[in-house]
């Protein structure tokens, strides 16, 4: 067995957590065992994903969106309070990492997503490093782009197009970005792929001339947490399980 410390230590280094100022800590989020041989990795830590974990005999869960957001209540009662007695009932600690996977160059849900989905040179386009883009080999008619997410993620995407012509240039941030609509058009991007969509991006897509997709906030970011479960259990020698629990949002 790999000890807990060594395995989040590994994980803060890796994905650079101290470089960002997020809505949420990331790292260790409860510690319920010292000793790790099983990994579990999922986009949530519901009580599903939890008891799912439980199941696999886990003694940690892996996941991108955790718990105390900023905001939010942050005691331990209700809904938050049965997850977390959940977690220490079963021995699991949880860590989590939010905008860091989101931004990493190799193990992030954009740099996946882009992988996943073929795009050549597929690089951050902002300081951030949370919006990606790329130059396409050829230019595709913007269905063909929605056809494209729904092989990768089995799930029908909102396509909103903003005009009749072809995709040259991608730009995506996965999740829910889609404030970031504009910027992708600024920055002369023929489309833009996030997770989540809201009234304006219809208006926006249409008036800034800029085909926007929405993928799925969960779909498109199942792909970071497994890159970094299978690298942690390469490395530590851990046994790794992904557990995805269906979402439609």
Not at 125 to 154: C, F, H, K, M, N
Not at 244 to 249: R, W
Request: proline share 4%.
């Amino acid at each position: 067995m790999t000890s807990l410390r060594d395995i989040i230590d590994y994980c803060n280094t890796r994905l650079s957590v101290a470089a960002f100022d997020d809505y949420c800590p990331n790292g260790l989020q409860v510690e319920a065992c010292e000793k790790v041989a099983r990994i579990v990795t999922g986009v949530t830590a519901s009580l599903a994903l939890i008891e799912a974990a439980r199941e696999a005999q886990a003694e940690l869960l892996l996941v991108h969106h955790g718990y105390f957001w900023k905001g939010e209540p942050q005691s331990l009662t209700g809904m938050k309070g049965r997850r977390v007695r959940e977690l220490f009932g079963a021995g699991l600690s949880m860590a989590a990492y939010h905008l860091p996977l989101d931004a990493h160059p190799e193990l992030g849900n954009n740099a996946r997503l882009g992988q996943l989905l073929g795009f050549p040179q597929a690089g951050p386009i902002t300081e951030d490093g949370l919006l990606w883009g790329s130059e396409l080999p050829r230019p595709v008619t913007a269905e063909e782009l929605g056809q494209q997410l729904r092989l990768l993620t089995d799930r029908q995407p909102l396509l909103l197009k903003g005009g009749g012509h072809a995709v040259s240039r991608v730009a995506w941030c996965t999740g829910g970005a889609q404030s970031w609509l504009g910027k992708a058009a600024d920055l002369g991007y023929d489309a833009f792929i996030t997770g989540e969509v809201s009234e304006a991006s219809f208006h926006i897509a249409r008036e800034r001339n800029i085909h926007f997709v929405a993928a799925g906030h969960h779909a498109t970011e199942r792909y970071g947490i497994q890159a970094l479960g299978a690298e942690l259990s390469e490395h530590f020698g851990l046994q790794h399980k992904y557990v995805d629990i269906p979402n439609p949002v």
